[in-house]
């Protein structure tokens, strides 16, 4: 099978799969209600995530030799996906799912590197591998903008890297079919079935670029795409845990879902994916001109980004505090 019947395929199957996710979802009641800790207004079933992790296990099983390294991806992948389905039909406890992740991101750790010759390279993936899982979890909050997200993300690494370019073009196509069903108005979220494997999936696609990076600045290029989501959600859990809340409990109290309050999901969607696109064509430009030019560009991107974290922040807290002021 050809690499574009194999991405029509993955597409088909993602959005046949989310269709029938949706269908199981409204028979079985697994429909978030809205509440204090959501910032959707209507109650919206979940769990559609499985369409496109439907779509990517099909992508392996049709073009990956068998007993490739990267089956352990897949494995990992449906791992990461079955907890998430779990905790979407009965809560779990966060150390359960804490367990599976770190055990899938090690697997997709060993798939792309050799931990006796690199092993700083291996638990650096492990451990990014862990953080995506939990990002890409955390920032599926309002509607489109995780998966919006992993689509200009696949589309970037694919485009700079030889290397990871087949699997991040399944992702966006598994993405892409996906998202007309969670964008502009979300008829289905992607559930913890889909959020953590699909920031399990980012993972891969930055490790893999990152370790056959020709150049020594290039393993640093693909944390340009993603630098939306993983300022803000690093940000705003610093920001939980030094007051001491208990971070790990669902909150609305990130950028995005303070933004979307006052600006509505698509506005607020559309301005992270502007970020990304700029921040990907960043990439794209600078990776000629060797690791000065990329390093330098990270390091301006992480600082532009949390600059206008802070400034955005403050302005949302004064809007909400003049609100209550207004109404008692």
Not at 142 to 148: K, L, M, P, R, V
Not at 188 to 197: K, Q
């Amino acid at each position: 099978m050809t690499n574009v019947a194999a991405f029509l395929a993955v597409a088909v199957v993602s959005a046949a799969g989310t269709a029938a996710a949706r269908a199981y979802a409204l028979r079985r009641r697994l429909v978030d209600e809205p509440g204090e800790r959501r910032s959707h207004a209507v109650a919206t079933p979940r769990g559609g995530g499985a369409g496109p992790v439907a779509a990517l296990l099909l992508w392996f099983a049709v073009a990956q030799p068998a007993g490739a390294p990267t089956w352990w991806v897949a494995a990992a992948l449906a791992g990461v996906a079955l907890i998430g389905a779990w905790d979407d039909h009965a809560s779990l406890p966060v150390s359960w799912r804490l367990i599976v992740h770190v055990l899938a991101s090690l697997a997709v750790a060993a798939a792309t590197v050799d931990v006796e010759t690199r092993p700083w390279a291996f638990f650096a993936i492990a451990a990014g591998g862990v953080v995506l899982v939990n990002v890409w979890n955390f920032m599926d909050g309002i509607d489109g903008i995780a998966t919006s997200q992993a689509v200009i993300a696949a589309i970037a690494i694919g485009l700079a890297s030889p290397a990871a370019h087949d699997a991040s073009f399944a992702l966006a196509a598994a993405c892409i079919a996906f998202l007309p069903f969670n964008f502009p108005r979300a008829r289905i979220f992607l559930g913890d079935v889909g959020s953590g494997a699909l920031g399990l999936a980012i993972g891969w696609i930055v490790a893999t670029a990152s370790v056959h990076a020709a150049d020594a600045g290039d393993w640093l290029l693909p944390a340009l795409p993603i630098s939306a989501f993983l300022v803000d959600a690093t940000l705003t859990l610093l920001r939980r845990m030094l007051r001491r809340e208990r971070w790990w409990e669902p909150h609305t109290q990130h950028l995005y879902q303070g933004l979307a309050r006052r600006y509505g999901h698509v506005r607020v969607t559309l301005a992270y994916a502007g970020w990304s696109i700029l921040a990907a064509l960043a990439a794209l430009a600078v990776q000629p001109y060797g690791a000065a030019f990329t390093m330098g560009s990270v390091v301006l991107c992480y600082m532009g980004a949390a600059l206008l974290w802070l400034v955005l922040q403050h302005q949302v807290a004064a809007e909400r505090d003049a609100s209550a002021t207004r109404d008692p």
